[in-house]
Each structure stands twice: as C-alpha cells, then as structure tokens.
C-alpha cells in the first residue's frame, strides 16, 4: 500500500535497504510492544513499564521484550538480548519502543548506546521520556554516523492510537515526573440500588469476571488505599489471587484511620500477606507520600466514607465503576483520562495479535 509507505517514509530519504515498514505492521508491532509492557505494570515500580519491538526488514518479528524490574535490564536490551540468542542480531531493521530510549548510566547502560551498536535503520518511540536524568535518547540515535531514522508515534496520524497507548502506559510515571505524586485509581462496586455495602456475610458482590478485572488492576498498581472502615468491617486480603501476580514484588496498604482505631495487629495481619502497612491520618498527602516511597500507581478500594471523600477532594485520575444489576451482565465504566493505564489491562484492551509478517 504505497499510502502507508509514504506515511511512514523517513525524513531524509533512504537506501533501498533502508525502506520502511508498512505503518499497518508498524501499528501491529506497537501494539504487541505496548500489551508486553502492561503486563509489567505493577513490577517496575519506580521504573516506568517499557516494552520493545524488534522487526526485520519484511516486518517480520523477531523479538518483543519488556523491562521487568528496576534494576533489571531495559526493554531494548532484553528485546537485542532475545534477537542475539535467537541468532536473528543481524537482521534487525526496526525498532518499535514505548518509551524514548534513555540516554544515561542509571542502574543500566543507555539503551540508546545498545541500540546504536545494532543494525538497526529506524527507530519508532512511543511516548517521550517524561525524566529530564534519562531522556535524551531521540537525539542520540539521530546524530549516529549511520543516519538512524527516529519518529514519535504522535508525528504520525496513523499510529494516533498507538501514541496515546504508550502514554497511557507511562502515565502514572509522568505523573510522578511532573507532580511528585502517584496517580490514582478509584475501583467502586455499586448494586442495583447504587449501594456499595455487600450483602450480609459477603465482601464483594460483583461478578466472576469483574473480579478479575478488580484483581488486575490490583495487580498493575504498586499500592491500595483503603479505610479503617472497610478493614474493620471485611477484613479484606487486598492479594492478587484471580490472576497470577508477580512473583517478586512491593505493594503498600494504606490504611486511612484518622480516630486510631487500626491496632497493631491489623498492621501484622497486613504484613504477613506481603503488605508494607501504612497507617495514614489524611489522605491528601498519600499520592505525595506513595510516590516519594518509590510506588507509580494507587487502587482506592475503600468504603463509600473514603470514597466520597476522594471524590470532594477531587482526589483522582481514574474512576472505576462496576455496577452489578440482577439478571444482566455488570456494567464496567471507566471515567479516565486518554492516557488511561487501566484501559490497557487485559480484559478492557486486546490488541489484535501481532501483524503476519507478510501483512501491509
Ligand atoms: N463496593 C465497594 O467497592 C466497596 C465496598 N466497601 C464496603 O464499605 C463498607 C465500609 O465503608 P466505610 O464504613 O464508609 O469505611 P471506609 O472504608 O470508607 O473508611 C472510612 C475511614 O476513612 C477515614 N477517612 C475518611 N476521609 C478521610 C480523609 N480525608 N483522610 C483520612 N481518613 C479519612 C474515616 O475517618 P473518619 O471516621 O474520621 O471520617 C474512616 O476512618 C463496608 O461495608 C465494605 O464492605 C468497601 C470497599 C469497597
Ligand atoms: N464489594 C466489592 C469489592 N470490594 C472490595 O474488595 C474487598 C475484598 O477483597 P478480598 O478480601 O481480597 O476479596 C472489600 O473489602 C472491598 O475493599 N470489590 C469488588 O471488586 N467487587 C465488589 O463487589
């Protein structure tokens, strides 16, 4: 499709070698990258979730990795690992990456240097680095000798919804960038009459799937929120049990309490099920607090005191409804900005798998 090609043609024209893939695998390619990435959130914590494409010169992939956990490696740099050890090094030709590639030594090498040491002809990013320490890595691989040609997913109108994606992916990090506070989510489950009290003897109403939803969500976040009401009332576990949750991870309960009813035992109880306990007089000053201890991203699971007040304090990023009725389906309702992380979940975003290698 010579449309797609002229959209995705490079700045300064190029060798036949060097022609660009169609924007239709480039899109595809995107998308893989991002759904590896979001499967991280909630591990990488204070690092950003990143994911990586590595495509030969028919579109054809040959690696798709993610940066796992601060520390670790970068995404690139497991994606060039992947290529390396699957013999395929040498035919990389493009490569798509959610976040701009960092410029600097932090725990790892710049992923810009590993990339330039590559055969690769272009590069496609994301987002832009929000981290004025990291960023830089655009303009590194623009000036190599070898002229690597570098686009932003937003200077093209066709990979409009793979840019948003890729922000949404880094949003809770941005934030934290720019504000110095973690971005929330607040998951409210309401019945038919818009209570959210379960019934007698149950902690939770909604159904099997919503469930899962709410366990992922818990899964991707790097702390939960919650009132002494709603612990003193269910005891709940607040653990990733209806998907796997990562193996090695921080997760912080924050307990709003401001009359001192949460004892000591409560914060044991906590701690014993993987839980840093925090015990918190106000709320306003968790997003700073949570993001000065490193964590991105906080679930409010709270009760409809707790609630109300997030909603007057204005006190949020995300509003996740689940509204259950007899006899239907519950209703899922995601009030978020553009930039939504939870909008990339598995239940709420499933990227139509990655473009054949023959596709235009
Ligand atoms: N359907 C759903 O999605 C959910 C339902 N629930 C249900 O909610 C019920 C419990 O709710 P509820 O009793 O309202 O308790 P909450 O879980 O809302 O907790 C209330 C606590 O939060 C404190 N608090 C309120 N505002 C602030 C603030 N600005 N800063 C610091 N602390 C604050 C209150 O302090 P103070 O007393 O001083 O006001 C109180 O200690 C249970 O039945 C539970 O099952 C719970 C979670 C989710
Ligand atoms: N009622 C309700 C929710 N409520 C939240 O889930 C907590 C129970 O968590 P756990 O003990 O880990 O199963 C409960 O105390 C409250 O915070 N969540 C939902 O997804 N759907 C529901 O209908």
């Known amino acids: 499709m010579t449309e797609q090609h002229n959209m995705a043609a490079p700045a300064h024209g190029a060798s036949c070698d060097d022609t660009p893939l169609a924007a239709g695998t480039i899109a595809g390619a995107f998308d893989a990258a991002i759904a590896e990435a979001a499967r991280f959130m909630g591990a990488t914590a204070p690092n950003p979730p990143v994911g990586c494409a590595l495509l030969d010169r028919q579109g054809q992939i040959l690696a798709i990795a993610a940066h796992h956990q601060a520390g670790q490696a970068h995404a690139e740099q497991n994606a060039l690992d992947l290529a390396?050890?699957?013999?395929?090094?040498?035919?990389?030709?493009?490569?798509?990456?959610?976040?701009?590639?960092?410029?600097?030594?932090?725990?790892?090498?710049?992923?810009?240097?590993?990339?330039?040491?590559?055969?690769?002809?272009?590069?496609?990013?994301?987002?832009?680095?929000?981290?004025?320490?990291?960023?830089?890595?655009?303009?590194?691989?623009?000036?190599?000798?070898?002229?690597?040609?570098?686009?932003?997913?937003?200077?093209?109108?066709?990979?409009?919804?793979?840019?948003?994606?890729?922000?949404?992916?880094?949003?809770?990090?941005?934030?934290?960038?720019?504000?110095?506070k973690c971005f929330i989510t607040v998951k409210q489950a309401l019945d038919?009459?818009?209570s959210m009290r379960p019934p007698p003897g149950q902690k939770t109403f909604t159904s099997p799937s919503s469930l899962t939803l709410a366990h992922y969500v818990r899964r991707a976040t790097d702390a939960i929120i919650t009132g002494a009401g709603t612990i003193l009332s269910d005891k709940p576990l607040f653990t990733v049990r209806h998907v796997p949750d990562h193996p090695m991870r921080r997760r912080i309960?924050?307990?709003?309490?401001?009359?001192?009813?949460?004892?000591?035992?409560?914060?044991?109880?906590?701690?014993?099920?993987?839980?840093?306990?925090?015990?918190?007089?106000?709320?306003?000053?968790?997003?700073?607090?949570?993001?000065?201890?490193?964590?991105?991203?906080?679930?409010?699971?709270?009760?409809?005191?707790?609630?109300t007040a997030c909603e007057s304090l204005n006190l949020w990023d995300e509003w996740l409804t689940i509204r259950t009725a007899p006899g239907r389906e519950d209703e899922v309702h995601l009030r978020a900005p553009d930039a939504s992380p939870t909008a990339l979940l598995p239940p709420l975003f499933a990227p139509s798998t990655v473009a054949p290698a023959s596709a235009p």
Do not use: M
Request: glycine share 10%.
């Open 84 to 180: 390396r050890s699957s013999g395929t090094f040498e035919k990389i030709h493009t490569a798509i990456v959610t976040l701009e590639p960092c410029n600097h030594f932090g725990q790892t090498p710049p992923c810009a240097k590993a990339l330039l040491a590559s055969p690769v002809k272009h590069v496609w990013i994301g987002a832009e680095d929000p981290n004025a320490l990291a960023r830089g890595g655009a303009k590194a691989l623009r000036a190599a000798p070898n002229g690597i040609n570098v686009r932003f997913a937003r200077e093209e109108p066709a990979f409009a919804a793979q840019a948003a994606r890729a922000i949404a992916l880094s949003a809770p990090f941005s934030k934290v960038q720019r504000e110095g």
């Open 192 to 194: 038919h009459v818009g």
């Open 253 to 307: 309960l924050a307990i709003c309490d401001r009359r001192g009813v949460i004892g000591p035992e409560i914060r044991d109880f906590y701690e014993q099920h993987g839980f840093e306990t925090w015990v918190s007089h106000d709320l306003t000053e968790l997003p700073a607090q949570l993001a000065k201890a490193g964590a991105l991203w906080a679930l409010i699971e709270g009760g409809p005191r707790l609630t």
